[in-house]
């Protein structure tokens, strides 16, 4: 699975959005790209993923550059909830051997009043 | 609510103890994940079970061991306990979806401290 790159932590304005940065230059042509975030010692929790169309739903939006080597995932309007380590992912989409998920750093996103 | 449920919330042992961990996953989820996170380590895969069979290890001791049962769930054993086995431990659940798209749900996790 292909490394990622995010920044160590960002801050955002409450009803603002939130645009969390990914790199993943050595993205190949089968592997997807996941977040997921924790809330405070809490579960992990999916938020959504995508290949190469930018995707949305309930919960955020995530884009993805044409290259593929890099993404944002964008919380429309980010609220003191939203404070969180979010993390980047990326694997293969297919099912077979392990389908672990690797767990980098991520980034503290801290939502301000 | 991910619909993963993990008994213990808390447990607290000795050095040399053996503990067992507890995971329910979703309905109809075939597949289990466990987890552990220390403040040094981050979040690590230990192992994966899919109805009932263990499908991949990650950095898993010889200390530890896990199994899935026919009804799906799942428990975690840990034994010879030291020190730094204290850790939140978190159990995940996932479909087999043909797709290959594995989208993971967690449970609350299990603080284990070890003293």
Not at chain 1, 19 to 47: A, D, F, K, M
Not at chain 1, 97 to 112: P, Q, R, W, Y
Not at chain 2, 3 to 21: D, E, M, N, S
Not at chain 2, 94 to 107: D, H, K, R
Request: charged share 20%; aromatic share 10%.
């Amino acid at each position: 699975d292909a490394k990622t790159t995010q920044p160590p932590s960002m801050d955002c304005a409450e009803g603002r959005a939130a645009n969390l940065p990914c790199n993943h230059s050595t993205i190949s042509g089968n592997e997807y790209v996941y977040w997921y975030r924790q809330i405070h010692s809490q579960g992990p929790q999916y938020i959504i993923h995508g290949l190469k169309n930018n995707e949305t739903n309930e919960m955020a939006s995530l884009i993805i550059t044409e290259d593929r080597k890099s993404s944002t995932l964008i919380l429309p309007h980010a609220t003191l909830r939203d404070t969180a380590v979010y993390y980047c992912i990326v694997r293969v989409g297919r099912w077979g051997g392990s389908e672990k998920l690797v767990f980098g750093k991520g980034t503290k996103l801290t939502v301000n009043p | 609510d991910s619909g993963v449920t993990q008994t213990p919330k808390h447990l607290i042992t000795a050095t040399g103890q053996r503990v067992t961990l507890r995971c329910s996953p979703r309905s109809g989820d075939l597949s289990v994940y466990w987890y552990q996170q220390s403040l040094d380590q981050g979040l690590q895969f230990l192992i994966q079970y899919y109805n009932g069979e263990e499908r991949a290890k990650g950095n898993i001791l010889e200390r530890f061991s896990a199994q899935q049962f026919p009804d799906l769930h799942s428990e975690l054993n840990l034994s010879s306990l030291e020190l730094g086995d204290s850790a939140l431990y978190f159990c995940a659940s996932s479909v087999a979806p043909t797709s290959g798209i594995n989208e993971q749900y967690f449970g609350p996790g299990t603080r284990l401290t070890v003293t």
